[in-house]
């Protein structure tokens, strides 16, 4: 029998108080979906408690019809008192079960819910998968289905450190865990090691229950409740393997870490360790996995085949340095490339229409990436137009009308905007921005994909890693700022710079354009040209398509990039440090090779985790720049800078620092944050272009200024 009624809050204060935690994160919880939401159809909020997430929903995308569902009658009558628009409606209904009728759905989003499924059904984890299987019956093919909830981990034994402040909290919760069964099922099991020499108190127990109390571990004023659920339900494997059985295409699949719990909840609150004392990262303290609905005829996923010989897509160059004989290893790929963003304002916003769920196998290659997310087989990515014979505007105009059935008559303006180089170090690209103004519409009349979405809530997606691909970051950014919008508001990690009284770091002026390579027949041996067969196979494994694809990627190191934010804050000014370096591809482009960088690294395979990562970034930047590292910052989501190409992934960091050898062998350039803001266009290192945009709003955030 179900025990929802448990549920139940009780007193008004207790209602309110449970209702003011949810919406103080409301915003990352709908940011985290902007990129995986259409403008329009009807979306179901499924467990919507407060009914706060739904009706900035609704008032997001007025012409989409939003329903909140609870199984709680009281939180339902609350949120139709409380909230009234037109396109927003409340129904009480068990989530698990089907509430709506099969194929009506365009898109179900379940925040921090389905955990009480099964917590309430005597913590049948199955019954989390029964209320999956239902909601994706009610469905439309091409229909979202998404998840945001807590995460199991891997199953195994850790070791947990704590302080004497939290060790009797630990042990009551080790009595009191699951409080609906039995006095004698409750709880677990546990072993006390020795303390450490700093006093910390060691336990010995499973990875779940050490996690399980680490996420609740600050909600004592409604413990009673809280002991009675079970946070974690499947691990992200389980989770990943249901919805490709349901026949989803897994659009993100990504553990959250929320910045401000992390630094205060989490960091010097407790140590976990694994059986043999290596230090772990902190668990998630939430999970995303979004699934687009697709038929039994289509693919939910590539798997990389064997390698074959290159199809002469791409192809390799080589230049040599000209004073340090160092030599470069270039690949080009034909044709220019254009990023095209359609756009069109309505209701205050501003519509950018987007690929949506396009293939990219290439990053079928990638795995789990270091902070455990699986990267995605499909993205949401910008129109990319590639120009051969055609004048510019004319081939944009064509491919408008041919692939997207947007008719010249529809077009209203036609702006061109700035260049960047997606990764400068390894590929000879240089990306054309183009946007066109077009007349209102809500998707394309095409196979291709191709929806409406805010380009704000995309800026807000890439802060909280809802948004992969770093190119339709980049243009939406200069989209609005040439229209003169505001970007919206700051959701990521707070910036909280401690500054320094110490003189700014030694700091040295952009040199004058030079020509630093010549082309050589003689390779590095630094980049891999490969050619695989990748094929798209459907839930039940069967093959859909397959098709050899070119791509480049290291050979001796990983597929990880570290990109930083250098920030040194001094007398009320915050800098940014920048490198004046020399790159082939700027040469082939514009004649010089020097460009203005943000400093960036490709990591070793011994990077295994981000603490890894923390430790590699502190060692370079001492010994390349004489900096010391005050602290670190996660500056959003990860990236793939070129997914049709390599499977290149950028992990964004802001790091605050201070100078530690007053004569650096490689010194940067140090130039106040507002300065690089105001003319960030002019920019063309696409990894500056997402740090310093994104460093900017953050800073400004903090301070309560308006951009």
Known sequence: ???????????????????????????????????????????????????????????????????????NPEMVKRAKNRYQLGNLDFRTGDIADECFQPGSLDMIFNSSVLHHVTSFNNYEVEEAARALTNQV???????TLIVRDF??????????????????????????????LSQERRGFEYEELEPTPGGLHRFRL????????????????DWET?????????????????????????????PLRNPWIVRNRFQGKFRLLSKDGRPLMVPPTNYLI?????????????????????????????????????VRDLVRRPNATLDVLPYYRQNGEVYVLARRSFPRPILSLCGRRLDGSLSPHYVTEPVIVLQKDRPLAQTVEEALRDDLQIRPENILSFTLGSHCYPSPGGLQERVQAVFVEIEPVL?????????????????RAAQVDGLPDSRLEIQCAELLGYLGEHPGSWIGESLTLEGSSKKPPRSVSPGEPRRAFLETDEGSNFLHLGSRVFREVNASGSLIKETQLDYVMPRELSLNT??????????????????????????????????????????PRTVNDLLDLESFTTGVLGKQHGLKVKQFFTLGGPYYPSAGVTPEIVYPYAVEVEPANPTPPEPLIWIPIEEVAEGLSGYQDGHLRVLASRVFRALHEMIGETI
């Open 1 to 71: 029998m179900s025990t929802y009624h448990q549920q139940a809050r009780g007193t008004d204060s207790a209602y309110e108080r449970y209702l003011k935690s949810m919406d103080a994160s409301m915003q990352q919880k709908v940011a985290l979906t902007a990129a995986h939401l259409l403008a329009e159809g009807w979306l179901a909020d499924m467990g919507m408690g407060s009914g706060t997430g739904s009706e900035a929903l609704a008032s997001l995308y007025p012409n989409m019809r939003v329903t909140g569902v609870d199984i």
């Open 137 to 143: 019956r009610q469905l439309k093919e091409g229909g």
């Open 151 to 180: 995460l199991r981990p891997d199953p195994g034994t850790v070791i947990l450190e704590l302080p004497e402040s939290t060790v009797e909290l630990f042990r009551r919760f080790s009595r009191e865990f699951r409080s609906l």
């Open 206 to 221: 499973s990875s779940q229950t050490a996690v399980e109390f680490v996420l609740r571990k600050d909600y004592i004023a």
């Open 226 to 254: 809280e002991v009675q659920e079970e946070y974690t339900y499947f691990t992200q494997e389980q989770f990943e393997a249901l919805f490709h059985s349901l026949g989803l295409r897994i659009l993100a699949s990504t």
């Open 290 to 326: 979004v699934g687009e609905k697709v038929s039994h005829k289509m693919g939910v996923r590539f798997l990389a085949g064997e390698e074959r010989e290159p199809l002469s897509y791409l192809h390799f160059v080589h230049y040599r340095h000209r004073e340090r004989g160092v």
């Open 443 to 459: 998707h394309s009349g095409t196979t291709q994909r191709v929806r409406a979405v805010s380009a704000r809530q995309l800026l």
């Open 562 to 603: 570290v990109a930083t934010a250098l920030l040194y804050q001094h007398d009320g000014t915050t800098y940014i440090g920048l490198q004046d370096d020399d790159f082939p591809s700027v040469q082939c482009f514009v004649g010089h090779s020097n460009l203005v960088v943000t400093p960036a690294w490709r990591l």
